[in-house]
Every structure is written in C-alpha cells, then in structure tokens.
C-alpha cells in the first residue's frame, strides 16, 4: 500500500545545530508539504512543493528550507536550530493542489 | 485572507449523544472544505470533504457535515458518539484565491464521557 513516512518519529537536539527532518511518500503525488503543529494554532504551512525542483514559502518559513530533487522526497531542513522550532512536524502530500491531503506519523522535535 | 474558524476548543458529549463540532471559513469564493480527525500520537486522516455537488456530505465512522453557503459554515455531527470518537477534529478549507493552499482551524478536542 502506498504510504508516506517521516523520520525521526522524536528528535532531541540543542539550539543552533541544523536539523533535517524527512519525509517519504510513495503515492507518486506531485504536491508535498510541510507543517508545524502547536498547541492553539492548529497547524501551520511551512514550505510546500508542486514538484520536483519546486519549492515554495508557506505562512511560517522563516529558520526553514527544502529542497526537491525527487519526486518521493521533500526533507525540511532547520538551518540553526531555536527553541521556537520545538513543535511536532507534519509532512503531507496530495495528487491535485486542493485535494485530500495524506499525512505522515508526525516528527516531534525538542529544541533545548 | 482566507481563514476558518473552529467555535469551541474543547467539546465533551456523553456516549451515545450528539456530537456537533462547529465550522465557520471566511471566503471570497466557495471554497473546497475538509475536516480531519486526529488520534493521539499519529498524523491527520480525512474524514470527509465537500468539493462541489450534494451539500451534505457523509464521512468515515458516521460522521457527517453540511455546506452551508449563507452561514459559511461546514459543522461536523454524529448522531451517537463511540468512546473511540474521543479526539482531535480539525476543519480546514481551500481555493483559487488561496493558491489552493489548505487553511486549518485551530481545531476542536472531542472528549467522550462514559
């Protein structure tokens, strides 16, 4: 069955290290995207992807980028870790922008 | 802007009544109009979505929701709540104008009483 995967499933790191966070899919979906999730904001678009070599700014970028070179994979990188960036990750992918997005288990990173 | 509104952060319902989970979008146009379920430690999965069509939609597990165009509502119910219904439900909503892009309300925890 065709699925979409995150890891870590939990990170630990310290402030201004560089963490990467990756996401899988195998649906062959063209969109992916990036969230973060924190209590009272629901969640919250990081960066987004129409496909490969696409990359795209979502509401709350800033200390985040990704890259695309394939179309299964779209890693988010933090540049310099802050403890801002504590949050729970959620990666998703979609056939056609505004339909049903699948997501992944979540990745929850502790910035300390 | 677009934006979506969930009324109530915490709802608790007793096994066996209604579940009613409250969802207002701001649009300038119709949008495409989803809601999720969240179950402790795992990702979001679709309950149902309302694209264009019939206005009342059936989702997964009983769930339920109108598109209400006038009220710019799309309310989640069930008519009786299943302990295992006890979670997080999050609306969210899309169009043209947004670049398609999905908006999350803020979501609702469901708390089912024995």
């Known amino acids: 069955d065709a699925e979409i995967t995150q890891s870590p499933r939990h990170k630990i790191t310290e402030t201004g290290r560089q963490v990467t966070l990756a996401c899988h899919q195998t649906?062959?979906?063209?969109?992916m995207f990036w969230y973060r999730q924190d209590l009272g904001h629901g969640l919250r678009l990081i960066h987004y992807?129409?496909?490969?070599?696409?990359?795209n700014k979502g509401e709350v970028s800033d200390g985040y980028s990704v890259s695309r070179s394939n179309t299964e994979d779209l890693p988010l990188t933090l540049e310099s870790a802050a403890s801002s960036q504590t949050s729970v990750y959620f990666c998703?992918?979609?056939?056609?922008?505004?339909?049903?997005?699948?997501f992944g288990p979540g990745t929850r990173l502790l910035v300390l | 802007a677009q934006s979506v509104t969930q009324l109530g952060s915490h709802v608790s319902v007793s096994e066996g009544a209604l579940v009613l989970l409250r969802c207002n979008y701001s649009?300038?146009?119709?949008?495409?109009l989803f809601w999720y379920v969240q179950y402790p430690n795992q990702g979001l999965q679709l309950l149902l979505k309302?694209?264009?069509?019939?206005?009342l939609v059936k989702g997964i597990n009983g769930f339920e929701a109108e598109f209400k165009k006038s009220e710019t509502s799309f309310h989640l119910t069930k008519p009786s709540a299943h302990m295992s219904d006890a979670a997080e439900y999050f609306c969210?909503?899309?169009?043209?104008?947004?670049?398609?892009?999905?908006?999350f309300g803020g979501g609702t925890r469901l708390m089912v009483k024995p």
């Open positions: 998703a992918s979609s056939d056609r922008v505004a339909e049903t997005q699948y």
């Open positions: 992807s129409y496909g490969v070599q696409d990359t």
């Open positions: 649906w062959n979906h063209n969109n």
């Open positions: 969210a909503a899309s169009n043209n104008n947004a670049g398609n892009m999905l908006t």
């Open positions: 649009s300038s146009v119709p949008p495409y």
């Open positions: 309302y694209t264009t069509g019939a206005t």
